[in-house]
């Protein structure tokens, strides 16, 4: 018999059946209907709202399979009660985190689970990531990307309507303001959005009013994040930790995927993984990304390319079915 794995996100696992190691079950802590805490819809099981029906399936689940593997992201209203409750239930299950902020330290949301945990997933292979966790007493530590679900997100042909799209907050007054708070990238983030904003017709989603000197339209999630995405020509990133060794964030993935010409700046390693100026497009100096910007949006041809070239990349590369693949290769170790 296969191990189960009962997890909160990605819900596409269920459906991959021969072709996995292991019996996945999904579950919406989040419901029929899952939410943020805001009331966006978030639908993928990322970081849902917790209800109490959503809990209630998830400990019939656990009370009625004795799941081998518990795989979680950093839900609100998740609290460790909840998961002592879980490991009362079914005492034998390893319970895995997957957490995607990075930090120069172990983050409060992952220390309060710390006593439960077996293992934390991260969205980066910095090696210097892996021993501040392990410093912190997890001896368990791997990398696992987000993903998507080609089948489930068809792609638009609408036209775009702007040239340049942002998903993400700025924390350049948090940087600034809260003692201890290092957010390294916060001032390339800043000047690159500012400069876009300025030049270019640019659209930005935030779910933090106010962190942008400018109004901005609220956030989204799938399937609506990949709209919100193909509303423009090019789309942009600049990770708020950019030394960090093959980090590649949900914005990152969710880009490429939705077939727009994703300019970011430089992740270090990502040459391994990406071909620049064909699959995307990357800059180290803010002044170099506005240039970039104002070259490809002039040349429609070579922008269409790289869009077109970075899905096929993606659907060969980071779908969440190749996901699972690095889940279970990771998780073994637990088993």
Not at 178 to 198: C, D, H, T, W, Y
Not at 210 to 220: A, I, K, R, S, V
Not at 272 to 301: A, C, Q, S
Request: proline letters at 5%.
């Amino acid at each position: 018999m296969k191990p189960v794995a009962v997890v909160l996100h990605p819900k596409a696992w269920e459906k991959y059946g021969d072709e996995s190691k292991f019996e996945y079950i999904h579950v919406s802590i989040g419901g029929k209907n899952p939410k943020k805490k805001n009331g966006t819809p978030s639908r993928d099981g990322y970081a849902d709202m917790v209800i109490p029906t959503g809990l209630k399936r998830l400990e019939k689940v656990f009370r009625e399979r004795q799941p081998n593997l518990f795989l979680f992201w950093l839900h609100y209203g998740m609290a460790p009660h909840i998961i002592a409750k879980l490991k009362e239930i079914s005492p034998k299950t390893k319970f895995i985190m997957w957490y995607g902020n990075h930090r120069f330290q172990v983050p409060r949301g992952v220390t309060i689970y710390k006593p439960f945990l077996n293992m934390v997933l991260i969205n980066s292979k910095d090696k210097r990531q892996y021993k501040i966790y392990r410093d912190h007493g997890i001896s368990h530590v791997a990398t696992l990307y987000d993903g998507f679900d080609p089948d489930e997100t068809l792609l638009t042909e609408d036209a775009p309507i702007c040239d340049c799209f942002f998903g993400g907050n700025s924390y350049i007054k948090k940087a600034f303001e809260v003692s201890g708070l290092n957010f390294p990238g916060a001032q390339i983030r800043f000047k690159l959005i500012m400069e876009a904003m300025e030049n270019f017709d640019t659209r930005v989603r935030s779910n933090i009013k106010g962190c942008w000197p400018f109004d901005t339209l609220p956030e989204t999630f799938h399937p609506e994040h990949t709209r919100s995405l193909r509303e423009a020509k090019i789309t942009l990133n600049v990770n708020h930790f950019p030394t960090f060794y093959k980090a590649y964030t949900r914005r990152t993935i969710r880009s490429i995927f939705a077939r727009r010409c994703h300019l970011t700046y430089y992740i270090p390693g990502m040459e391994d993984d990406f071909e620049n100026h064909k699959h995307l497009v990357w800059f180290n100096r803010v002044d170099d990304g506005v240039d970039l910007i104002r070259y490809y949006l002039d040349h429609d041809g070579e922008r269409e390319r790289i869009a077109w070239n970075g899905w096929r990349h993606a659907c060969e590369n980071f779908t969440f079915k190749h996901r699972m693949k690095d889940f279970e290769k990771a998780a073994e170790v637990l088993l």
